[in-house]
Nanobody
């Protein structure tokens, strides 16, 4: 069982930066592929970024590539999402997710555990 708690969301202006954190409980964090997803009201949950269990490989949605960076610290059981050059269209609830697979990529169905989400609002 893995429990995930996101933090770091907030209200910022376009062009600003935020760093989201996701604290994971459980003894398997270092063997879980991890991901970030986001969702706006009335829409499906969209893939943002993913990272393999050992952090050596990452992937990004085209909309955030070059602006967002996913990383993890297995010694701290923590996943991060550094968001730079934020745009109003980045406004969403951001969720971290853990997979039983070492690498789960962009498919929500491959993730087994989800956090409660943290709101990010970017004003223009």
């Amino acid at each position: 069982q893995v429990q995930l708690v996101e933090s770091g969301g907030g209200l910022v202006q376009a062009g600003d930066s935020l760093r989201l954190s996701c604290a994971a409980s459980g003894r398997t964090f270092s063997r879980n592929g991890m991901g970030w997803f986001r969702q706006t009201p009335g829409k499906e949950r969209d893939f943002v970024a993913a990272i393999t269990d050992d952090g050596t490989s990452t992937g990004y949605a085209d909309s955030v590539k070059g602006r967002f960076t996913i990383s993890r610290d297995n010694s701290k059981n923590t996943l991060y999402l550094q968001m730079n050059s934020l745009k109003p269209e980045d406004t969403a609830v951001y969720y971290c997710a853990a997979s039983r697979f070492l690498s789960a990529g962009r498919v929500p169905g491959l993730y087994d555990y989800w956090g409660q989400g943290t709101q990010v609002t970017v004003s223009s």
